[in-house]
Structure formats: C-alpha cells, structure tokens
C-alpha cells in the first residue's frame, strides 16, 4: 500500500539549534515528494519538492531536504530554526504522475523554543 | 489576488443541514482538488477533477457530491450533514497535464462545524 510515514510527530528544538524532521515513504519505482508547512489557522504552503535531479533540495525559509531512494526518505533539515519556524510540517508523496494525487503524511509539530 | 480562494472560511451549522463549500483558483491549473483535515490534522483527499473531469473519488459518503462548473472552479455540497462531518476542508490545484509542476496551491481552508 502507499504511504508517506513521519516519524516524529512533535519535535520541540531552542532556537538557532538545528533541526531535522523525519519522512518515509513506502517504495515505488518514482515518486515525487514534497514538504509543506502550515501555521495556525492558515492553509498549506510548499516548503520544497524533489520531482528528479539532484538528491539535494533546497526551499524557501533556509530548508532543504534530501531524497534518499534506497532507504526511501526525505528528511527536512534546516540548519539555524527561529521562532517564527513554530509550526506544522507535513510529508507528501506523489505516486501517480498522471492525477496529481498526494498522500500525507501525519503532519510533525515543530515546537521552537526561546 | 488570492491564488486559491474558498468561501465560506467558517460554517456553523446544525445536524441534518444541507450546505456548499466555494472554490475558485486564478492560477490556470488544470486540476483542482478536496482534502479533509480531521482534528488531529491528518489530511485525507476526498476529489480531484482535472478540465473538468472527475478523476479521483476516494470512499466518501454518497452525501458529499463535488462539482465543477469550469476548470477555475470546484465546489463541494455536503447533503444531510453528520456531526463527524466537522473537520477542516481544503482546495486545492495544480497543473499536472503539461508535467512541469506538481505542487500543489492551497486555499485557506473552511472549517467545518457541525452541531
């Protein structure tokens, strides 16, 4: 069955710490993933995405996240977090080029700390 | 502009009602799409037409019925309405024919109350 799985899901940090949130997904022969961030009562917002290339992604607001097809991960990390970072982080999945379909995954609070 | 606009934001409503969701996006996506956020924030798609063509329904009640009257706009009514019913619904689109991109835009969100 396809599912994205993050691992963790609250993830309390102190600011300018590092931090990394983890995602799996379940194998298949392509996938296309993605991190989005959502603040309180707001709607979701594209962090970053891997459709192919480079292993490496980087996205908005000093993020980036790194595809890992033989342990099928795509962990989001960012080196220095803020306060204004304190907010939910989902993982998804796209296993179907031809709807566009996404599966998330169940969403890591990100707690930043003073 | 608001590239991804849903109507209402909040809805309150009693049992048995019958109500509408709104969504409209100007960003020239061909595929629009509903996703249920439930209280503990998972994210579920319930459907997705793509030019106006249902391609995704996923196991939803018969009492959700989605509509799309153009490519810009897709529209959820909900029919008999149930108190598990109460979650956050999202729009969203994307452009997924020509390949280019597969991210997703989001509306805002319309939360859902049911009592």
């Known amino acids: 069955a396809q599912s994205v799985t993050q691992l963790d899901s609250q993830v309390p940090v102190f600011e300018e710490a590092p931090v990394e949130l983890r995602c799996n997904y379940s194998s298949s022969v392509s996938v296309y993933l993605f991190w989005y961030v959502q603040y309180p009562n707001q709607g979701l917002q594209l962090l970053l995405k891997?459709?192919?290339?480079?292993?490496l992604v980087k996205g908005i607001n000093g993020f980036e996240a790194e595809f890992n097809k033989s342990q099928t991960s795509f962990h989001l990390r960012k080196p220095s977090v803020h306060i204004s970072d304190t907010a939910e982080y989902f993982c998804?999945?796209?296993?179907?080029?031809?709807?566009?379909?996404?599966?998330f995954g169940q969403g890591t609070t990100l707690q930043v700390k003073p | 502009d608001t590239a991804v606009s849903q109507t209402p934001k909040y809805l309150v409503t009693q049992m048995g009602n019958d109500k509408s969701i709104k969504c409209e996006q100007n960003?020239?996506?061909?595929?629009m799409y509903w996703y249920k956020q439930d209280s503990k924030k998972f994210l579920k798609i319930m459907f997705s037409y793509n030019n106006k063509e249902l391609i995704i329904n996923e196991t939803v009640p018969n009492r959700f019925s989605p509509k799309s009257p153009d490519k810009a706009h897709l529209n959820l009514h909900i029919n008999s309405l149930e108190l598990g019913d109460s979650a956050v619904y999202f729009c969203?689109?994307?452009?997924?024919?020509?390949?280019?991109?597969?991210?997703?835009?989001f509306g805002s969100g319309t939360r859902l109350t049911v009592v």
């Open positions: 969203a689109s994307s452009q997924v024919d020509t390949r280019t991109d597969y991210g997703y835009t």
């Open positions: 998804a999945v796209s296993y179907s080029s031809n709807t566009g379909k996404l599966i």
């Open positions: 960003l020239g996506h061909d595929t």
């Open positions: 891997y459709l192919s290339g480079s292993t």
